[in-house]
Nanobody, 114 residues
Framework: VQLQAYGGGLVQAGGSLRLSCAAS????????MNWYRQSPEKQRELVAT???????NYADSVKDRFTISKDTAKNLVYLQMNSLKPGDTAVYYC?????????WGQGTQVTVSS
């Protein structure tokens, strides 16, 4: 099972980015998928979850700004990030659990300048 996150970059405050996570070896239609983020100052934080059935949950800090979605035909998970703030600066990771083990992608850097 492999997860590959991409789409990060440098953006000004108020801007938008869309992250993608390509999954292989697991069908995202059968499992929950998560986006986490980690900055040097903070512990790794769960940002958003989408279940196998398509239900979504968000951290309070990103609610109404971020949207998680998936394309089961392409086995891709997305994180649309709008109204970005400098506090959103972090490495973003996609994650799932497979056979009881956490699986992490390599992370993609998001930097929001003020």
């Amino acid at each position: 099972v492999q997860l590959q996150a991409y789409g990060g970059g440098l953006v000004q405050a108020g801007g938008s980015l869309r992250l993608s996570c390509a999954a292989s070896g697991v069908s995202i239609s059968m499992t929950s998928m998560n986006w986490y983020r980690q900055s040097p100052e903070k512990q790794r934080e769960l940002v958003a979850t989408i279940t196998s059935g398509g239900s979504t949950n968000y951290a309070d800090s990103v609610k109404d700004r971020f949207t998680i979605s998936k394309d089961t035909a392409k086995n891709l998970v997305y994180l649309q990030m709008n109204s970005l703030k400098p506090g959103d600066t972090a490495v973003y990771y996609c994650n799932t659990r497979f056979r009881g083990q956490n699986v992490w992608g390599q992370g993609t850097q998001v930097t929001v300048s003020s």
